[in-house]
């Protein structure tokens, strides 16, 4: 089995012709892979958008929208997530492959398709994709750190100020009323003193919460 039981990657195989998609599956799915089809481009583009697979296997000869274009759509969508692909084609071509990695292909098989091979290139693409989206996943929460505050979880000052600044602009263009707010708790220092500042950064959080549960979701909370 190529994957773990908790976890078997999806692999797109789009083939206009049934009998070497239906090959491929069982082949994959031997593998314990799970597997999904589409006959033609737009199908594909479809499948892509509505449920992302893990990896592509994509025939650059078919009608309407061949593999090239398939590809360089998938590839230019910045909404979705690194997906590998992987040609598949009888053109063994050096002008071919070129045309195939230029349109965002990132690996390529000719066929008659070696399936030994085939599993190499797969497990090698998947490979990739796992350390792609761990660094998604990181930059992700780098970018979450350097805009909320560590403790109430709301926005930090500096990236408050700039969401201000944007709504403020937002609001001169278009001749918007806008509204601003400003809260600040009665008597906090006594609390600091009296339980101490881990039940001041409770209170705080507290009512970080509270604030969040009760705006608008448009509307920015920071500290």
């Not at 274009?69 to 969508?77: F, L, P, Q």
């Not at 030994?116 to 970018?143: C, F, G, H, P, Y």
């Not at 609001?171 to 339980?195: G, Q």
Request: proline share 5%; aromatic share 4%.
């Amino acid at each position: 089995m190529v994957a773990e039981e908790s976890y078997a990657p999806l692999i797109l195989i789009v083939d206009d012709h049934p009998d070497n998609a239906v090959v491929l599956q069982v082949r994959l799915d031997a593998l314990g892979y799970r597997t999904i089809t589409a006959d033609d481009g737009e199908t594909a583009l479809r499948i892509v958008a509505e449920s992302p697979p893990d990896l592509i296997l994509l025939d650059v000869m078919m009608p309407r929208m061949d593999g090239n274009e398939v590809a360089r759509r998938i590839k230019a969508d910045k909404s979705l997530p690194f997906i590998p692909i992987i040609m598949q084609t009888a053109l063994d071509t050096t002008q071919s492959k070129v045309t195939g990695l230029d349109s965002g292909a990132d690996d390529y098989i000719t066929k008659p398709i070696n399936y030994a091979e085939l599993a190499a290139r797969m497990t090698a693409a998947l490979r990739i994709k796992s350390l792609q989206d761990q660094v998604a996943a990181k930059n992700v929460e780098l970018a979450k750190m350097a805009t909320t505050d560590a403790l109430t979880s709301v926005f930090n000052r500096r990236h408050l100020d700039e969401t201000i600044d944007e709504m403020f602009d937002h609001s001169l263009r278009l001749h918007e009323p806008l509204a601003l707010a400003m809260f600040d708790i009665d008597h906090f220092k006594k609390v600091n003193d009296s339980y101490g500042h881990q039940a001041g950064d409770v209170g705080l959080s507290q009512f970080a919460r509270l604030l969040n549960h009760h705006a608008p979701a448009t509307a920015p909370i920071g500290r």
